[in-house]
């Protein structure tokens, strides 16, 4: 079975510009989580979805927001970026929600100039 | 954010030799995950714990959920170089919160 995927791998912004980030689970997932992950702040939750509804969020501006689609497939996007965005971004997905046994993709590398 | 204390923050080892490392938290958690993520990759998960006082094994790890339910605790045995790498743990209750991560090093 497929694991986790996330495209890109790598991308590289400016400053105000937006970014939209995708992640396809593992087929017949329908949890996807989303994950930022930094040196300094470790793995911070940035928000779950199951059957397309958001079920939690973590504590993240605004600026982050994220949509899951009928074929469990998500997107996160972020806005205006701003430097501290720069960051490993993690898909995570699980069965069911929570069973929190979550299977993470390699993660899209962003880096904000 | 909300992270889990989690200790030692790195370890360096020789190879052959066992590691501990442990989670511990001021709440009360329903799960315990432990994931090792190599560089450049994802965390990849190695157990899962559901029950107070619960002790998992996989293969050379084995983990134990803490009877309180505030800590969680994780040992490799007869360690190797391809151990080499972060781990993390996990508690959830309504979301899944990770801990700091523990840098292990192990030297042929």
């Known amino acids: 079975k497929a694991g986790v995927t996330q495209t890109p791998r790598y991308l590289i912004k400016t400053r105000g510009q937006q970014v939209t980030l995708s992640c396809s689970p593992i087929?017949?997932?329908?949890?996807v989580s989303w994950y930022q992950q930094t040196p300094g702040q470790g793995l911070q939750f940035l928000f779950e979805y199951f059957s397309e509804t958001q079920r939690n969020k973590g504590n993240f501006p605004g600026r982050f927001s994220g949509r899951q689609f009928s074929n469990s497939r998500s997107e996160m996007n972020v806005s205006t970026l701003e430097l501290g965005d720069s960051a490993l971004y993690l898909c995570?997905?699980?069965?069911?929600?929570?069973?929190?046994?979550?299977?993470f993709g390699p993660g899209t590398r962003l880096t904000v100039t | 954010g909300q992270q889990l204390n989690q200790s030692p923050q790195s370890m360096f080892i020789q190879e052959g030799e066992d590691v501990s490392m442990n989670c511990t938290s001021s709440?009360?958690?329903?799960?315990w995950l432990w994931y090792k993520q190599d560089p450049g990759e994802g965390p990849v998960l190695l157990i899962a714990l559901y029950k107070a006082g619960e002790l998992t094994s996989n293969g050379r790890l084995t983990a134990q959920f803490g009877i309180t339910r505030k800590d969680s605790f994780l040992n490799i045995s007869a360690s190797i170089p391809s151990d080499v790498g972060i781990y993390f743990c996990?508690?959830?209750?309504?979301?899944?919160?990770f801990g700091t991560g523990t840098l292990l090093a192990v030297q042929p």
């Open positions: 996990g508690g959830a209750t309504n979301k899944l919160i």
């Open positions: 087929s017949g997932h329908r949890s």
């Open positions: 709440s009360i958690f329903n799960t």
């Open positions: 995570a997905s699980m069965l069911a929600s929570g069973t929190y046994e979550q299977y």
